[in-house]
């Protein structure tokens, strides 16, 4: 039997075929907007796939190119507002593939020393964003909610460490009511509880966190280890009070967390650095650069104010590992500062990508998705029946449609996405009017070749009878 692992002209023959998928949906500025569709009407279009002896290459691309894709959402169309979009880099893109195709092994210096060597230098460029201390690092991640668990488990370990009493407490975190949902699912992996304070619709601020700590009751503040506090909430792009909220952690000894997934690509941008105030203060960090730092997926960050607590927790031991921390493969080892041991080197395409372009070029490219809130923002208030909800944060926009139900602005969603025009999904916002939450759309610009065009012509499409 045939080996798989040979190379043949078959295999030849496939490379270039998948070059040349590749090439030409690089290539595509406007691709197609997918839909989904349910798993029966899939498996009917593309019958079994997986069987005893293989349908081929040619035939598993060809479903691929004419059927499956196309039930999938492109998330760098120019059109696509929704969640929190991406746009990566063709050079992001293109080096993807090379860090696939060197298979790399990525957790230990030993293994993957000039992958990681390249990784270093993109993360010392993302730590010098953030004004913490040169000591400072961090590792690149699978996305936010790892990073997040990293931080959470780093900041508890460190709590524990300092008190022997601590070790049978169950532990507790602060964050406010409009922090991402990874939040609160990770801190039901590490077995903690939660208190959300706050509103959804306003950011947190030092006085409602030292409120709440001093509500606390006497075993509950035994039990609190730290604040995650946001910077760009996913939901309307508000930066909490990092400034004040550093000050009570400081004041009552308690790690500060600060999930930046979303919002920390524009601490690049010098338009809006300033309202990043205090996140120098923090202890630990979140980025991810495959939201507003054009990275394909996935691709996210965890940074640490000390990197020695950080691998006090999470450095892993075993007779296989001895090897890698010996004298002979000394270097930095990423799997000691997070939750994984098997690791892709995925920071290695934000490399090239900066490599490439310069951060000058990636400046420009954010500061072009603030703009893009700017200017929907305008033509918002400039049309009878759109109407801004709160004032544009970041690159998120939050409108409403006068006179429209939710079921107004669902059927406006997939009647767009089943036309290929765009994608913009509804959210729920809070009526500071009413109390009441209600349906309203909402825009998240990442995307830098999203024109003004694409703009107003998503607009006008809620004024259709």
């Not at 499956?68 to 993807?96: E, G, M, Y």
């Not at 309307?236 to 952690?249: E, R």
Request: one cysteine or more; charged letters at 25%.
């Amino acid at each position: 039997m045939k080996s798989m692992h040979k190379l043949d002209i078959n295999l030849v023959e496939m490379t270039m075929d998948v070059m040349k998928y590749t090439i030409n949906r690089i290539s595509n500025t406007n691709p197609d907007l997918g839909a989904p569709k349910t798993e029966e009407k899939l498996l009917e279009l593309v019958g079994d796939t997986v069987t005893e002896n293989g349908i081929g290459g040619e035939k598993a691309l060809a479903l691929f190119k004419d059927v499956l894709v196309k039930a999938t959402v492109p998330v760098d169309h120019p059109k696509n507002f929704a969640f929190v979009p991406a746009s990566p880099t063709r050079a992001s893109i293109l080096f993807d593939l090379i860090t696939s195709a060197s298979s790399i092994h990525g957790a230990y210096w030993m293994e993957g020393a000039g992958a990681i060597f390249c990784e270093n230098r993109a993360m010392e460029w993302l730590v010098s964003l953030t004004g913490l201390p040169e000591t400072a690092f961090g590792v690149f991640t699978s996305g936010g909610t790892s990073a997040n668990l990293s931080a959470l488990v780093a900041a508890r370990q460190t709590w524990r460490d300092k008190k022997e009493e601590r070790k049978v407490l169950r532990s507790l975190l602060l964050t406010s009511k409009s922090a991402h949902s990874s939040v609160k699912s990770m801190a039901n992996v590490i077995d903690a509880d939660v208190i959300a304070i706050g509103y959804e619709d306003d950011k947190m601020t030092g006085k409602m966190v030292k409120e709440a700590v001093d509500n606390l009751s006497e075993i509950d503040r035994k039990r609190l280890f730290a604040v995650v506090a946001t910077a760009g909430t996913t939901n309307a792009g508000i930066i909490d009070d990092l400034q004040g909220i550093s000050q009570i952690c400081s004041e009552e000894d308690l790690w500060l967390h600060v999930d930046a997934a979303y919002g920390g690509g524009a601490l690049a941008a010098p338009s809006v650095k300033h309202r990043f105030a205090g996140i120098e203060n923090a202890d630990s960090i979140t980025i991810d650069p495959h939201k507003w730092l054009f990275s394909p997926y996935d691709c996210g960050a965890v940074i640490y104010r000390d990197m020695e607590l950080a691998e006090k927790a999470h450095s892993q031991k075993g007779p296989y590992l001895s090897i890698f921390k010996d004298e002979g493969a000394y270097g930095f080892n990423p799997a000691d500062y997070q939750i994984q041991l098997t690791r892709r080197v995925r920071g290695l395409p934000l490399w090239f990508s900066l490599a490439m372009h310069g951060t000058k070029r990636y400046q420009q490219a954010i500061e072009r998705g603030l703009e893009l809130a700017q200017i929907a923002e305008r033509h918002i208030d400039a049309m009878d029946f759109v109407e801004i909800v709160r004032p544009v944060s970041l690159s998120c926009v939050l409108f409403r449609r006068k006179g429209w139900s939710a079921e107004d602005y669902r059927e406006w969603t997939y009647r767009n996405h089943k036309e290929g025009f765009a994608l913009v999904t509804p959210t729920q916002w809070r009526n500071k009017e009413t109390g009441e939450h209600e349906t309203v759309a909402r825009f998240c610009f990442i995307n830098p070749d999203t024109t003004q065009d694409d703009i107003v012509s998503v607009l006008h499409s809620m004024h259709l009878d």
